[in-house]
């Protein structure tokens, strides 16, 4: 180079080394990793190279690129120039070494401009290390875990379940997920007002509308493993506490139908007698008092980056200790199918955007009494999923013009309008009419 030339004693870059082990050899760096994930995922980069590895680590899981011994790679980074070359070379061996150690001493070394050394320093091995741990998270393999008396039996996940798979109504499915975003990025926010880095959601509706789904669009998004909690297989508080003492951080902790899981209702008078009796004796028995410490005692300060979901179908029936926030942070509805959930759901199952028998389903939705749940109305789409004008006329035909709407609609304000014995008289009917329409069609 001119430089070079003009002045031989001075070059203008420097290097930095990222060994592989540190610490007389014994200790991994890493960073090192973190590097060699890095630059896998320079795609642009790597397909100007000659030569590249390539491997798989899992069945079925993503290729993973890397460099050569000794060959080099070009990076980008607030728009300074850098180079990366991945250096293999063999070790100098002295008389004392261990002849079991590795002979050969990896690197990669880092080369830039002395002048930019501001703007790379600490800032570019720091994007280096959250863009590989981002890259890790989504690569990695994760699992759904069970508990079986005093430990958890795990089972690899892979559900396909998103945000954009499901039936919510307009606004909802964004709402969460800024929530989580905020959840997300909040952990010196949560530090700094003396608050354990958790987040708690409460799921309640009907049957059928989508719960299970959204728990799995939620690990998605995050990309959580699942701890499916599973409270009737709990002995005690003890057990409890040993369990969630297991979980992980970056893990979403379920307890599905929490009302009917094991008698946890709200006190009245004699079930604080009850309670105390209890109380008395809980190394033998799991108690309220015991979840109440597993959400948000000071057993859950035992792990962070973690994030608790309880699911109901009558939320009326849960101790208001359990819903207040801090335990239950964010209680999100999830009610009958709307037609613009309806929408969605033909978008996923039909691949139409528009119909036109759409204004005369929009209409009769809002005029009729008749609810179906998201899951029923799905079940119709898949039933007819390459015919979608005969799917519309099915749907259409489940809500019948000469039954009017005699209340408001469901949902009113985030809270649900129809009591427990309205709900179930109307679920008779809607599954009298489906059962009806079915028989005759079968005719």
Same mark, same amino acid.
């Given at each position: ?15 930095? %080394?990222? $060994? ?6 014994? !200790? ?17 980069? *790597? ?9 798989? =680590? ?36 002295? $008389? ?58 795990? !089972? ?9 798979? *499901? ?62 909690? %599973? *409270? ?42 009850? %309670? ?9 028995? *799991? ?99 390459? =015919? ?17 709407? %005699? ?37």
């Amino acid at each position: 180079m001119l430089w070079g030339k003009l002045f031989p004693g001075e070059d203008p870059c420097m290097e930095i %080394e990222v $060994e592989e082990r540190v610490v007389h050899g014994y !200790t991994t760096n890493k960073l090192y990793r973190q590097v060699g994930v890095y630059l896998g995922s320079l795609r642009s980069s *790597l397909n100007k190279q000659a030569r590249l590895r390539v491997c798989r =680590s899992v069945e079925g899981g993503p290729l993973s690129f890397s460099l050569h011994d000794n060959e080099s790679i070009d990076d980008n980074f607030e728009g300074v120039q850098v180079s990366w070359t991945h250096s293999v070379k063999e070790k100098e061996s002295p $008389e004392n070494s261990h002849r079991y150690s590795n002979p050969t001493q990896r690197s990669f070394i880092l080369r830039f401009r002395k002048t930019d050394r501001a703007v790379i320093l600490p800032a570019y091995l720091d994007h280096i290390s959250d863009a590989a741990a981002a890259i890790e998270r989504k690569n990695a393999r994760r699992y759904l875990y069970t508990n079986n008396n005093d430990s958890w039996e795990e !089972t690899p996940f892979n559900h396909p379940s998103t945000f954009d798979t *499901l039936a919510l109504d307009p606004g909802m499915g964004e709402r969460i997920k800024a929530d989580l975003d905020a959840f997300s990025k909040g952990e010196s926010f949560y530090h700094r007002n003396g608050r354990a880095w958790k987040r708690g959601y409460l799921l309640y509706g009907p049957p059928g509308t989508g719960k299970s789904s959204l728990i799995v669009a939620i690990a998605n998004y995050m990309q959580f493993d699942i701890y499916d909690l %599973e *409270l009737t297989k709990v002995s005690n508080n003890a057990d409890l506490k040993s369990l969630l003492m297991q979980t992980t951080r970056k893990s979403v902790i379920v307890i599905e139908d929490i009302d009917c899981s094991v008698k946890l209702s709200n006190r009245d008078g004699a079930d604080e007698a009850s %309670e105390k009796a209890t109380d008395s004796n809980t190394s033998c028995k *799991l108690t309220l008092s015991g979840l109440l410490n597993f959400t948000d005692g000071l057993w859950s300060c035992c792990g962070e980056e973690r994030i608790f979901i309880f699911t109901t179908n009558f939320k009326e029936r849960i101790d208001l200790a359990l819903l207040r926030p801090g335990r239950m942070d964010m209680h999100i509805l999830l009610s009958y199918c709307t037609f613009q959930a309806f929408k969605k759901l033909a978008r996923n199952y039909l691949g139409i955007q528009e119909h036109p028998m759409y204004l005369e389903l929009d209409e009769a939705m809002r005029k009729t009494s008749i609810q179906f749940t998201p899951a029923a109305i799905a079940e119709i789409l898949i039933s007819n999923q390459d =015919s979608p004008d005969v799917a519309i006329r099915e749907v259409l035909a489940a809500f019948p013009k000469d039954m009017p709407n %005699e209340r408001a609609g469901n949902v009113d304000g985030g809270k649900c309008q129809l009591s427990h014995n309205e709900s179930k008289q109307q679920t008779f009917r809607q599954t009298m009419f489906v059962f009806f329409q079915k028989t005759k069609h079968l005719r």
